[in-house]
Each structure stands twice: as structure tokens, then as C-alpha cells.
């Protein structure tokens, strides 16, 4: 007699703060608009394998530039003007990270985002779907800027098995800084509502495996690590990062019945690693840490899955 297995498990997380979260770097002036697209029906072996690596900065990678000085007229001693901008030349000095740059007018926020898949059928019927999408311009925040959906349906002929594994990651971290104008349209992130954007360092991995002889599987992952410059000016350097918008990831696998007398059969399992910490929002309070959260789930079936549903959403802003 087989044993029907139905689990049907919905986790979901949302991380927000009034004045302390994660802040979002802004994007460069030159973008990119990525798009894949696969189809696949066959009968045979399939395999797919997938990485992104994307770190990003609101001032530059790897390295601080400190301003040292401007140019001056040894004759007249008064600074030097570039003729074309008509802005003071300056002299900028590059020291290594670590620590994250800061000073009194400027801060910094890093993020970094990874995704991964590493997919293999044998010998067997195969029918695979998958969408892919990176934009690395500032988007509203209701969209992503790192999307992947796949539909897999899989009959494994002579015991043969699928093995999908699909993974997410985002990190990021970021020095105190000091509310303007500049950096918020909203009143409660300004003095007096807090003195101090915190500093804060964040990092949220997740993902799920699939070994399987029969399968019908959804999976969506999302990532949104980018916002539009502080007060939309360009020409300020290093520029002001928004705390507007929030950052954004959410992943879900459902695994069904292929039809209502035939389930999946075979193990399918989901994970969830959270590491959050935060300073006070008070600049007094800076060298503090306000908030720590920590998670880490583990969720596996093995056997006839008539259902297994999973979604992981995490959020974390300034001001929503």
C-alpha cells in the first residue's frame, strides 16, 4: 500500500524597524537589463547550471577614497577651478577596507546578492521552465531587481531520479549616518524622529533541494538590493543613499501531485539562515548594538508528496 505524505508548510518573515533596518545602496550610471528565458520538453538526460555574484557599493568596492585637499594657485593662492565645470579640482587619497568608509558628511552601505542553481535529470521525462531576470537600475519598490521562476515536471524512467538544488543570498552592511532631506521624503527618519541612521549589518540565505524519481515542483526567488540616489542628485560625491525604499527577498517551492493519483515521490527539503544586527539610532549611541535576530529553519519530506509549500519573505527598511 503506498503512503500519501501531505504537508503543507507557509513560513513568512517580515523584518521592519521604525529606525533601524537595512539601507540600500544606489545604482551606477550605467545599467544593465539581463533576460534569460529556457524551455525544455524531452525525453533524455537535462541538466542546468546557474550563478550570480553581485556586489554592489554607494561609494566603491574594496576601498575608501578620502578627500586629502583641492588644488591651489601657488601664485595667487586661491584654489584652482576646473574652466569647464567650474567646480574646485580635488585631490582624493585610496585607503583599503576594511572598515566601511564614514565621517560627518557621508556614509556607506554595501550589498552583496548570490543565486545559484545546479539541476540534473537522468534518463527520463523532463519538462523545464525557467525565466531569469537582473536589471541593475533603481526600480519602485514594488518590483525586483534579481528574479528566477522554474516549472519542473519530471518521470524518471528505470528508478531514475531529478536533483535540483537552488540557493539565494542577500548581504548587506552599512556605517551610521546622519538624516538630511537628502536622503528621506519621510518626516519620521529626519530630526527630530531619530539623530542617526544606524549602522547595521545583515545577511539572509535560502533555498531548497529536490531529489526526486517523480516530480511536479513551482519555485520563485526575488531580490530587490538597489534604491534611487538621496534627493535624486548625481553630482554630489559619495553620493546619499536613499533609506526610502526597503530591501526585499522572498523565495517559495511548491511541490504537488502530478495528478490526483499520482503524487511526487522522493525527498525535497527547504532551508533559511538569518543573521541581523543593528546599532542605535541615536548617534550617541553608535559604537551600541540595539538588535541582533537570529533564525535558522530546516524542512524536509521524503516519501508519496501529495503537497509541500514553502515561502520565505523578508523585508527590512527605514521608512515604510
Not at 539623530?195 to 549589518?201: H, K, N, Q, S
Request: charged share 15%; net charge negative.
Amino acid at each position: 500500500m503506498k503512503q500519501i505524505v501531505i504537508i503543507m508548510i507557509i513560513a513568512s518573515m517580515l523584518l521592519f524597524t521604525s529606525a533601524a533596518a537595512t539601507i540600500l545602496p544606489p545604482p551606477d550610471l550605467e545599467t544593465q537589463g539581463i533576460l534569460l528565458t529556457t524551455d525544455v520538453s524531452a525525453l533524455g538526460i537535462f541538466s542546468n547550471n546557474a550563478d550570480l555574484s553581485w556586489r554592489h557599493s554607494s561609494e566603491v568596492l574594496d576601498a575608501n577614497l578620502n578627500l586629502v585637499d583641492i588644488v591651489w594657485d601657488p601664485e595667487t593662492g586661491l584654489p584652482v577651478v576646473d574652466p569647464e565645470t567650474g567646480e574646485l579640482i580635488e585631490i582624493w587619497e585610496l585607503q583599503p577596507e576594511p572598515p566601511l568608509k564614514y565621517d560627518s558628511a557621508s556614509f556607506e552601505v554595501q550589498m552583496a546578492t548570490v543565486y545559484s542553481e545546479d539541476t540534473s535529470a537522468q534518463y527520463g521525462e523532463i519538462a523545464y521552465s525557467k525565466n531569469s531576470m537582473v536589471d541593475t537600475k533603481a526600480l519602485p519598490a514594488s518590483m525586483s531587481n534579481v528574479e528566477n521562476d522554474r516549472i519542473i515536471t519530471y518521470t524518471g524512467l528505470n528508478g531514475n531520479r531529478i536533483l535540483s538544488k537552488e540557493n539565494l543570498m542577500l548581504s548587506g552592511a552599512g556605517t551610521p549616518g546622519v538624516p538630511s532631506a537628502l536622503s528621506t521624503t519621510c518626516a519620521q527618519c529626519i530630526p527630530p524622529g531619530c539623530t542617526c541612521y544606524p549602522a547595521f549589518c545583515s545577511f539572509v540565505d535560502t533555498g531548497s533541494k529536490i531529489d526526486m524519481s517523480i516530480v511536479s515542483a513551482t519555485t520563485s526567488g526575488e531580490v530587490r538590493n538597489l534604491n534611487k540616489i538621496g534627493g535624486g542628485d548625481g553630482e554630489r560625491w559619495p553620493p546619499i543613499p536613499s533609506v526610502d525604499g526597503p530591501a526585499h527577498m522572498s523565495y517559495s517551492i511548491r511541490v504537488a501531485e502530478l495528478s490526483s493519483s499520482q503524487p511526487s515521490v522522493g525527498y525535497v527539503s527547504t532551508y533559511l539562515n538569518l543573521e541581523n544586527s543593528e546599532a542605535g539610532a541615536w548617534c550617541v549611541g553608535i559604537p551600541s548594538l540595539m538588535q541582533e535576530l537570529s533564525i535558522n529553519e530546516r524542512k524536509s519530506v521524503d516519501g508519496y508528496v501529495s503537497l509541500f509549500s514553502n515561502l520565505v519573505n523578508y523585508e527590512s527598511a527605514i521608512c515604510r
